[in-house]
């Protein structure tokens, strides 16, 4: 198992900590001038700060020996002076180190969407969108604010606390021997401490995202789970998530509970020693009294950045262990395509494909298939026998195990992903309005189109509702805007379509969950979309593949019947009875032809209406001419 990988296969992975090292030098290294000058700063400014005890010796030497009260008085100006000094490059410091920060973040950001956005879908969907949720918010917000906040401080103590031992070992290497008392109890427990926290703190992530992941799948199942009446089992799942996040932080702060008191005592205790020792050698005239007043007093000094470290400690962990979640995803974001050419033309070619969810248990078996420009091909079978499944590999979303899924003659997984969108597109029932204005919405399909385009595209799917916005493009959709419905919204998954301007569609049941008289609207939108296209459809209903040119039927992840509507039912086979299961006894395969004509003569006005069941309106009618 790589180590930058979890332990469970369906979860994102994390990258190892030499992948989170050299990551992070790739980004110090990209904005090295700024790494300078907060250098510079830093070290000034813990410069001007090592002045004020030392010549808080020097006057304790010159009354110690009877000066002037006029020496006295330009020492402690000195001390004043060095003061400001160091206030001012401090801030100056944590202004620069702020920046950088900020900058460094926004890299950050920007690189985590573009591999977010890169992710294969079945990746998303296996994962779930919990654990990548939390990565994008909670882990985000945490390395930023380690970046902004916590290495700034942390860099400028570690400075700090170098300089001031620097500073007591120049005044007496005895007395710097004393300074370093309290050293190895810090190292000791702070070892003890950084061997468990990341694991620690990447299991807490864990544990939000698992909370996250079931907390949304409930709020988005709710109507299944009151349905299905198992609320009790859902608040149970609740429950344990929280449980489970609940003791990671117990861990996390266990760890923290035993680093800090320990720490406390070690600041403490070379203090002491250095007054006991410094008194001592004092008293044999080794050292002045001067120097053991400056030597306790950087001492003391150390009290102060040391806590700031052992303070940031903590978030430096979670950020470390944000910035290796984030960094993860680096490990699924697939390369570049290779270069396979420019498609020769639009056939589809499936050939000896087989396709695993679970490695060991394949769903689709040795699969062939040709699909020609412009045929409305249908997609039949059983529940489970593999019909989405063909459906998502035709359309590049997810490649074969073994095998080539091709267009023009070059693999779809051999295409950019812009270009294998510019070919196939997939629609389900599943649509989605994303956050931010209509036109924003749109321009997903296609960046360049302009107003005209956008408008022509929407009166294409017939979304008459347009005129009615307030602000018509520019009106906001979704949370805190405009609220579409179901049908809308598929009017605008459609418009993206057209947009697009692909040359196949692929329908998986794409107006299944809408009711019958929006069903049948959205049809009619959607067989302007399919005018003059290769058009696949993954029938779960049988009327979508009354009108289609050719129909494959699917059973047990192959293949096993492949012909024209009329031809497969004359023929006796697993299609043949499964209309004959679904048409009922009231309709046999002659008469079916005859109705068949009939249908298409009105274009498709009666599909669906026939025997007044509630498949009304779950199906697609595409008639050879193209209109409803």
């Avoid at 980004?27 to 830093?42: H, P, S």
């Avoid at 990447?202 to 939000?208: P, R």
């Avoid at 689709?364 to 091909?377: A, K, N, Q």
């Avoid at 492949?562 to 002659?590: F, I, M």
Wanted: proline share 4%.
């Amino acid at each position: 198992m790589s180590p930058s990988r979890t332990r469970d296969p369906w979860r994102l992975p994390v990258a190892s900590p030499r992948a989170v090292r050299g990551a992070a030098w790739a980004m110090i290294r990209a904005d090295g001038r700024a790494v300078v000058g907060v250098l510079a700063l830093n070290g000034l400014a813990v410069a001007a700060g090592l002045a004020g005890p030392w010549l808080v010796g020097q006057i304790v030497n010159e009354v110690e020996g009877g000066t002037t009260v006029s020496t006295v008085d330009r020492l402690a100006l000195a001390i004043v002076a060095f003061a400001v000094a160091q206030l001012l490059l401090t801030r100056f410091a944590r202004y620069v180190g702020h920046r950088f920060g900020e900058r460094v973040l926004a890299r950050l950001r920007e690189r985590f969407v573009d591999r977010a956005l890169a992710l294969p879908t079945s990746v998303v969907e296996r994962a779930g969108t919990g654990d990548l949720m939390t990565r994008s918010s909670g882990d985000v917000s945490t390395v930023g604010y380690t970046l902004r906040d916590a290495l700034p401080d942390v860099f400028l103590a570690t400075l700090q606390v170098a300089f001031i031992l620097a500073a007591v070992f120049l005044l007496s290497p005895l007395l710097g021997l004393c300074g370093l008392v309290g050293l190895p109890v810090v190292v000791v427990v702070a070892r003890w401490y950084l061997a468990r926290a990341r694991p620690a703190y990447l299991a807490q992530g864990e544990a939000y995202s698992d909370r996250s992941e079931n907390l949304a799948a409930t709020a988005d199942g709710a109507r299944t789970v009151e349905a299905l009446r198992v609320q009790r089992r859902r608040v149970e799942a609740g429950d344990r998530d929280v449980a489970a996040t609940y003791r990671t932080a117990v861990r996390t702060l266990f760890l923290r509970s035993v680093l800090f008191p320990v720490t406390e005592l070690a600041h403490t205790l070379p203090v002491a020693v250095l007054l006991l020792v410094g008194g001592l050698l004092h008293l044999h005239g080794q050292v002045s009294l001067g120097a053991v007043v400056a030597a306790t007093l950087y001492v003391w000094q150390l009290v102060d950045p040391l806590d700031r470290i052992l303070m940031w400690l903590e978030q430096i962990q979670a950020g470390g262990a944000s910035f290796a979640r984030l960094e993860g995803i680096a490990d699924v974001v697939p390369a570049a395509p290779p270069a396979g050419g420019e498609p020769t033309d639009d056939r589809i070619e499936v050939v000896d494909v087989r396709y695993a969810y679970a490695e060991g248990h394949d769903v689709l078996h040795g699969v062939d298939l040709s699909v020609r420009p412009g045929e409305r091909l249908a997609i039949v079978g059983p529940s489970g026998a593999g019909k989405s499944t063909l459906g998502r590999l035709l359309a590049g979303i997810d490649a074969p195990r073994t095998g080539r899924v091709t267009v023009g003659g070059v693999a779809l997984t051999d295409l950019t992903p812009e270009e294998a969108r510019r070919r196939v597109v997939l629609v389900t029932q599943e649509h989605h309005v994303f956050l931010g204005t209509l036109r924003d919405n749109l321009a997903i399909a296609s960046s360049t189109a302009g107003d005209e385009a956008l408008l022509a595209a929407l009166a294409t799917v017939d979304a008459a509702w347009v005129h009615a916005l307030p602000d018509g493009l520019d009106t906001r959709l979704g949370s805190g805007g405009t609220q579409l419905g179901a049908a809308e919204a598929q009017q605008l998954a459609l418009a993206r379509v057209v947009l697009a301007d692909p040359h196949t569609v692929i329908l998986d049941e794409a107006t299944a969950l809408l009711d019958p008289t929006t069903a049948r609207h959205t049809e009619r939108s959607m067989a302007a979309v399919l005018r003059g296209r290769t058009v696949i459809a993954v029938a779960h209903r049988l009327h979508t593949a009354y009108d289609a040119d050719r129909i494959a039927v699917v059973d047990g992840g192959r293949i096993t019947e492949l012909g024209s509507h009329d031809e497969l039912v004359a023929g006796g086979g697993a299609y043949a009875a499964l209309w004959e299961s679904w048409h009922g006894a009231r309709h046999s395969a002659t008469d079916g032809a005859t109705e068949r004509a009939t249908d298409r003569a009105a274009g498709g006005a009666t599909e669906g209406a026939t025997d007044g069941t509630t498949d009304r309106g779950e199906h697609l009618v595409v008639p050879a001419d193209g209109s409803v």
